[in-house]
């Protein structure tokens, strides 16, 4: 797992350095070359992060903070938090040292220590209404401190006089690289897991501090020799990787591949993000105040859009047969979240990337469905929104805001979908079959919405209700467990994304008839249907269809008469008519069963999908639609 993520570092040009860190500043300090104050502006988004001096874990402390990018509120000695004022002092040693190799470090050094420059400063801030908690960089003279050529060589000197800052132990062999090196004592932190349980100062991939790491008497990472420079690397890549990675449930799914794999061909970005190939970019100009933010979300959303692009092209060829010609390219798959400051690898995965191309490809294709209204055909959902439908049914607050309803999703996916989003998530990228939990929880999900679909107060009228765009996620995971059922028994998955006149199954079958019964109501009764056939049998229809059926029958009977009364419905009597005499004999001298299983109520299910987005399809034909 290390070797891996330093051979990305490596393969992909990821800057790392011992005792640096790649970062910028959200706001920069402006400072004349005379040492006045000139002014706070922000540092823009497009600007680029670069190496810069860090102390790891010390800036948690009490005496120390990081050298040259730092919180406002300790640069300006505004921070109400105890012995804030030492690590302002150790920020000022830092920038008067490393005046011997730059001298507008001085000059900023002899800035900040100035009464009338702090209090200008502190003025702006309060002006602006910054924060005091944003990140400031320096900036002398129109140049950027972090970015001077001399940085480098003046920190590698320093740090060795600090004697907190030498994370050195005894030489040994690095388990990344295999060269003698000495061992590093403590790793340094990485930030991004803030959503799935992590530290706001990081958290550690790779610690040790309790006595069952000392019974040999080594202490801390001589118990599993690291070189400083090697684990840079690794967080570096972890850094990468983390800021990138999609949120599924409680953990950040941090993936990667192989150096052959071309990063815009990442084929699980439309896993995670579904096909969005919009050309939709949201301005955030106004909200934002800057037209550099404006400029970065869309560049930001145009690479988005560019790289699902290439990743659908590519799983197109997989599914057309052209296999991607990338000899052993691997993938690799590692859940992370934070507990406790440390990071936590729920799992980790690793395999041929031609064959996750191929299971995700076959994924895209079990999920494929009809639309509602029978044009066209579904796209892949994103899996956090695919999870979101086997949550048990639970109304939903219009007035949240969207954000918090996000969150609010996502910890209750963490909580009710705990194990199982581990098995959808191998499913999707291994080609296995789903938990028949998946069946049940999507079942339960259809039902409750089947029940308050109807009943909705429209102008002293009732109106039904159903929202067919949000169920039909239902309907994808059922087909996607269907088929993989079919799949694991040995047969040719049969169950297709249209209607099957001549599907084998007798619930097929039913689920048809059950939308056609609805479809007869709804056309005779029109705005009076109320509280209709979907709300009152589909629940008790799905599970004990022979109970109900009959009762349908003869409800449909009694609809038909009253279409066939009305001079503008008799061609849609007759076409009712002929579809259930066709399902009526698909299903022959076959006996209904008294109950279905799971696996019996997805066919239901989808048979009733089916034949509704094929009677709507039809409807807007003939309307001209």
């Given at each position: 797992?290390?070797?891996?993520?330093?051979?990305?570092?490596?393969?992909?040009?990821?800057?790392?350095?011992?005792?640096?860190?790649?970062?910028?500043?959200?706001?920069?300090?402006?400072?004349?070359?005379?040492?006045?104050?000139?002014?706070?502006?922000?540092?823009?988004?497009?600007?680029?992060?670069?190496?810069?001096?860090?102390?790891?874990?010390?800036?948690?402390?009490?005496?120390?903070?990081?050298?040259?990018?730092?919180?406002?509120?300790?640069?300006?000695?505004?921070?109400?938090?105890?012995?804030?004022?030492?690590?302002?002092?150790?920020?000022?040693?830092?920038?008067?040292?490393?005046?011997?190799?730059?001298?507008?470090?001085?000059?900023?050094?002899?800035?900040?220590?100035?009464?009338?420059?702090?209090?200008?400063?502190?003025?702006?801030?309060?002006?602006?209404?910054?924060?005091?908690?944003?990140?400031?960089?320096?900036?002398?003279?129109?140049?950027?401190?972090?970015?001077?050529?001399?940085?480098?060589?003046?920190?590698?000197?320093?740090?060795?006089?600090?004697?907190?800052?030498?994370?050195?132990?005894?030489?040994?062999?690095?388990?990344?690289?295999?060269?003698?090196?000495?061992?590093?004592?403590?790793?340094?932190?990485?930030?991004?897991?803030?959503?799935?349980?992590?530290?706001?100062?990081?958290?550690?991939?790779?610690?040790?501090?309790?006595?069952?790491?000392?019974?040999?008497?080594?202490?801390?990472?001589?118990?599993?020799?690291?070189?400083?420079?090697?684990?840079?690397?690794?967080?570096?890549?972890?850094?990468r990787l983390i800021e990138k990675a999609p949120i599924l449930g409680g953990a950040k799914i941090v993936h990667w591949y192989s150096g052959e794999v071309p990063e815009e061909e990442d084929v699980l970005l439309?896993?995670?993000?579904?096909?969005?190939?919009?050309?939709?970019?949201?301005?955030?100009?106004?909200?934002?105040?800057?037209?550099?933010?404006?400029?970065?979300?869309?560049?930001?959303?145009?690479?988005?859009?560019?790289?699902?692009?290439?990743?659908?092209?590519?799983?197109?060829?997989?599914?057309?047969?052209?296999?991607?010609?990338?000899?052993?390219?691997?993938?690799?798959?590692?859940?992370?979240?934070?507990?406790?400051?440390?990071?936590?690898?729920?799992?980790?995965?690793?395999?041929?990337?031609?064959?996750?191309?191929?299971?995700?490809?076959?994924?895209?294709?079990?999920?494929?469905?009809?639309?509602?209204?029978?044009?066209?055909?579904?796209?892949?959902?994103?899996?956090?929104?695919?999870?979101?439908?086997?949550?048990?049914?639970?109304?939903?607050?219009?007035?949240?805001?969207?954000?918090?309803?996000?969150?609010?999703?996502?910890?209750?996916?963490?909580?009710?979908?705990?194990?199982?989003?581990?098995?959808?998530?191998?499913?999707?990228?291994?080609?296995?079959?789903?938990?028949?939990?998946?069946?049940?929880?999507?079942?339960?999900?259809?039902?409750?919405?089947?029940?308050?679909?109807?009943?909705?107060?429209?102008?002293?009228?009732?109106?039904?209700?159903?929202?067919?765009?949000?169920?039909?996620?239902?309907?994808?995971?059922?087909?996607?467990?269907?088929?993989?059922?079919?799949?694991?028994?040995?047969?040719?998955?049969?169950?297709?994304?249209?209607?099957?006149?001549?599907?084998?199954?007798?619930?097929?079958?039913?689920?048809?008839?059950?939308?056609?019964?609805?479809?007869?109501?709804?056309?005779?009764?029109?705005?009076?249907?109320?509280?209709?056939?979907?709300?009152?049998?589909?629940?008790?229809?799905?599970?004990?269809?022979?109970?109900?059926?009959?009762?349908?029958?003869?409800?449909?009977?009694?609809?038909?008469?009253?279409?066939?009364?009305?001079?503008?419905?008799?061609?849609?009597?007759?076409?009712?008519?002929?579809?259930?005499?066709?399902?009526?004999?698909?299903?022959?001298?076959?006996?209904?069963?008294?109950?279905?299983?799971?696996?019996?109520?997805?066919?239901?299910?989808?048979?009733?999908?089916?034949?509704?987005?094929?009677?709507?399809?039809?409807?807007?034909?003939?309307?001209?639609?």
């Open positions: 797992m290390l070797n891996e993520l330093y051979r990305y570092a490596v393969d992909h040009g990821v800057p790392y350095r011992a005792g640096f860190v790649a970062k910028k500043p959200d706001w920069y300090l402006w400072i004349t070359g005379d040492g006045k104050f000139q002014d706070i502006l922000p540092a823009g988004e497009n600007i680029e992060e670069v190496l810069t001096p860090d102390v790891g874990s010390l800036a948690n402390g009490t005496e120390y903070c990081n050298p040259l990018i730092e919180k406002a509120s300790i640069l300006l000695g505004i921070s109400l938090k105890q012995n804030a004022e030492k690590k302002r002092e150790f920020f000022l040693r830092c920038l008067e040292d490393g005046s011997r190799y730059e001298p507008l470090f001085g000059i900023a050094a002899r800035a900040l220590e100035n009464e009338a420059f702090r209090t200008a400063a502190i003025r702006r801030l309060e002006e602006e209404k910054i924060k005091r908690d944003i990140f400031l960089g320096l900036c002398v003279d129109g140049q950027a401190l972090e970015k001077r050529k001399n940085v480098s060589a003046w920190w590698e000197e320093y740090r060795k006089t600090v004697p907190q800052l030498k994370n050195q132990g005894e030489r040994s062999i690095c388990l990344i690289t295999g060269r003698t090196a000495p061992a590093m004592l403590t790793a340094g932190k990485v930030k991004g897991l803030m959503r799935v349980g992590g530290h706001a100062a990081g958290d550690s991939f790779l610690c040790f501090d309790k006595d069952a790491f000392q019974s040999f008497g080594w202490k801390q990472g001589d118990n599993a020799s690291v070189s400083e420079e090697a684990m840079a690397a690794v967080n570096a890549a972890l850094k439309p896993v995670f993000e579904g096909y969005d190939l919009s050309d939709a970019i949201t301005d955030g100009g106004e909200e934002s105040g800057t037209t550099a933010v404006a400029d970065g979300e869309r560049e930001k959303r145009r690479r988005e859009k560019e790289a699902m692009q290439k990743a659908k092209a590519l799983l197109d060829a997989v599914r057309n047969g052209e296999r991607p010609e990338l000899g052993g390219a691997r993938y690799y798959i590692m859940p992370l979240s934070g507990a406790g400051g440390r990071m936590m690898v729920r799992s980790f995965e690793e395999g041929s990337f031609s064959e996750l191309c191929h299971n995700v490809a076959l994924w895209f294709d079990d999920m494929r469905l009809a639309m509602p209204n029978g044009r066209g055909e579904t796209g892949p959902e994103k899996l956090s929104v695919l999870m979101t439908r086997l949550l048990k049914p639970k109304k939903e607050d219009g007035k949240e805001k969207k954000g918090k309803r996000w969150q609010k999703e996502n910890d209750r996916i963490n909580t009710e979908l705990c194990g199982l989003d581990t098995c959808i998530l191998n499913a999707a990228v291994n080609g296995a079959p789903l938990p028949d939990e998946v069946a049940v929880r999507a079942l339960r999900w259809l039902r409750s919405a089947m029940l308050s679909s109807g009943g909705e107060e429209t102008s002293g009228e009732k109106t039904r209700k159903t929202d067919m765009k949000t169920e039909t996620i239902v309907y994808q995971w059922l087909k996607i467990w269907l088929r993989r059922r079919q799949r694991m028994k040995g047969a040719e998955p049969i169950m297709g994304e249209r209607i099957d006149p001549n599907y084998p199954g007798v619930p097929y079958q039913c689920g048809r008839m059950m939308a056609v019964y609805a479809k007869i109501q709804e056309t005779a009764l029109e705005k009076d249907v109320g509280a209709g056939v979907v709300e009152r049998y589909y629940a008790a229809a799905s599970r004990t269809p022979a109970l109900v059926l009959g009762r349908l029958s003869q409800l449909g009977t009694y609809h038909l008469a009253k279409i066939a009364g009305a001079d503008d419905k008799k061609g849609l009597g007759i076409y009712y008519k002929r579809i259930l005499e066709q399902i009526a004999s698909a299903i022959g001298e076959r006996p209904v069963p008294k109950m279905f299983s799971v696996e019996q109520q997805t066919e239901f299910a989808l048979g009733y999908y089916h034949q509704l987005s094929d009677m709507y399809k039809k409807e807007e034909i003939k309307n001209g639609d």
